[in-house]
């Protein structure tokens, strides 16, 4: 029988546990995580932190699912070495447990600036840190976060949804420089700011002051901003070593092929660990689809499924920020005259959508604010498919003679819903025709709405139609 064990418990590890578990019943597997907690959905910590959801809210799978599915999981255990000449992994306690099949799921780690006091401030990565910055919370006056992108917008509009006066510091001119230009990080910078969270960008700091408990921050030009709680949020970095260790090929991540090999045929990495072509992917719906194509490979139960990457979409999930950034959304409109860009802005709405199209095609958007054109433009994004020539029906779906997509009525089967699980209209169509009435039936059957939850609403409005069309009561 063959042994598989999986290093890393988070959202990539234990969806590849459950993908092999679906697929093969008797595989041995065991699973190794150095956290103590259940495997969590790592997106919803802001909710966590700000209080609108309970640790056991975003859970990904019960304690009683290892035993009733024969996965042996040992959680608290830190893998420290990778013995490959006897096929055995050995954690820090000693215990050596072999494999036949090994999967690193180690994820990432946060970034920690090289200043002096550093050590006082907390990281916002796992939900140790999510507990340990909510009791500071309590206790404090007023809190800074250092880092203006994904994971430190989430934590500042976590800290002031506790009603925390927050300022927010970011060494680039504007926030989530990476997936916004500079027009939509400023829209973005003040609907932050009209939810309690103060803004300064262009700013680095040199210094976390305090002795044991912190005070605040120094920046590079002298100022201090004063804060009792210090939160970091300066970006993460793959975690490498124990592969490094092992003599396997590591770049910016651990280096895989199309199968999610390393170049030990018996050892596969997924998730925010892992290299493919080049990229390291730092979102779910990719490391999502990395176990799917690693369970069926290895269970044999499609031996030809290969990893061909994937057309990210990053959304912020932060309590009244609405954000979706998808494909190439910096463009030097000046000199690329091959690109069409269709933008608008109403900065008092706090809106700005901007689509980026090349070849009739979409190739990047930003869309801020409350939106219906989210998942029409996701699936064109997502399908590459032509678009319709009227452009400004695509930004404002409720126009006379817009395409609406993402209505239930005209959007196709092959529809994609929930993109974090690769789930279809058809396949919601397909449970309801089955008996799920609700959303939570979905979300049991297909995993929809389980990944960022933005879909929710969509999956619950398909639902309600269907129920409608049949005079079924929902």
């Known amino acids: 029988m063959t042994r598989l064990v999986v290093v890393g418990n988070g959202m990539a590890g234990a969806r590849l546990v459950s993908e092999v ?26 909710n966590v932190l700000a209080g609108t959801s309970a640790p056991e809210q975003v859970r990904l799978l019960d304690p009683v699912w290892y035993t009733d599915h024969r996965v042996t999981a040992l959680l608290g255990t830190e893998v420290t070495a990778i013995d490959r000449d006897t096929q055995a992994v050995v954690a820090a306690n000693g215990l050596r447990v072999p494999y036949d099949v090994l999967v690193l ?48 917008i989430e934590a500042a509009r976590g800290l002031a949804g506790r009603g925390l006066p927050v300022t927010l510091l970011h060494l680039a001119g504007h926030l989530m420089e990476r997936q916004l230009d500079p027009e939509a990080g400023l829209v973005l910078g003040e609907t932050l700011t009209d939810l309690g969270v103060q803004i300064r960008t262009g700013v680095q700091v040199a210094e976390v002051l305090g002795a044991g408990r912190p005070e605040g921050v120094r920046l590079a030009d002298g100022e201090v901003v004063p804060g009792d709680l210090v939160v970091l949020a300066c ?51 990719p490391a999502w689809e990395q176990a799917a194509v690693v369970a069926d490979l290895i269970t044999g139960e499609d031996k030809n499924a290969r990893y061909r990457g994937s057309r990210v979409v990053t959304r912020l999930k932060a309590r009244s920020v609405e954000l979706a ?90 529809a994609k819903i929930c993109q974090c699980n690769n789930v279809t ?43 409608e069309q049949e005079g079924v009561p929902a």
């Not at 990047?364 to 029409?376: D, F, M, R, W």
């Not at 049991?444 to 709405?449: E, G, P």
């Open 21 to 46: 578990r679906a697929r093969d019943s008797r595989m041995d597997v065991t699973v190794l995580g150095a956290e103590t907690w259940q495997p969590y959905n790592r997106v919803l910590l802001s």
């Open 325 to 414: 950034a998808m494909g190439e959304t910096h463009v030097d409109e000046t000199s690329d005259r091959s690109t069409e860009v269709v933008r608008f802005s109403h900065r008092a709405k706090g809106t700005y959508r901007k689509l980026v199209i090349r070849d009739g095609r979409l190739i990047g958007a930003i869309l801020l604010g409350e939106t219906p054109a989210v998942g029409t433009l996701t699936q064109l994004f997502d399908r590459g498919g032509p678009l319709p020539g009227d452009r400004a029906g695509l930004l404002f779906p409720g126009l006379p003679g817009a395409v609406v997509a993402d209505s239930p009525v005209r959007m196709p089967d092959a």
């Open 105 to 152: 799921a180690t994820g990432s780690e946060p970034v920690v600036p090289p200043i002096p006091g550093a050590e006082h401030a907390v990281s916002f990565r796992t939900m140790d840190d999510c507990h340990t910055i909510s009791e500071a919370a309590d206790a404090a006056t007023g809190a800074v976060v250092v880092g203006g992108g994904l994971l430190g």
């Open 235 to 285: 970006g993460v970095r793959p975690v490498t070593g124990l592969a490094a260790d092992a003599g396997l090929e590591v770049g910016r991540g651990i280096v895989v092929d199309d199968e999610l090999r390393t170049d030990d045929p018996s050892i596969f990495a997924i998730g925010e660990c892992a290299q493919h072509d080049g990229n390291v992917y730092g979102l779910v719906a």
């Open 425 to 467: 209209k058809g396949q919601i169509r397909a449970c309801w025709e089955s008996g799920a009435r609700d959303t939570e039936a979905v979300a049991a059957a297909t995993r929809a709405t389980t990944g960022c939850g933005t879909c929710r609403e969509a999956v619950a409005g398909i639902l309600g139609w269907l129920c």
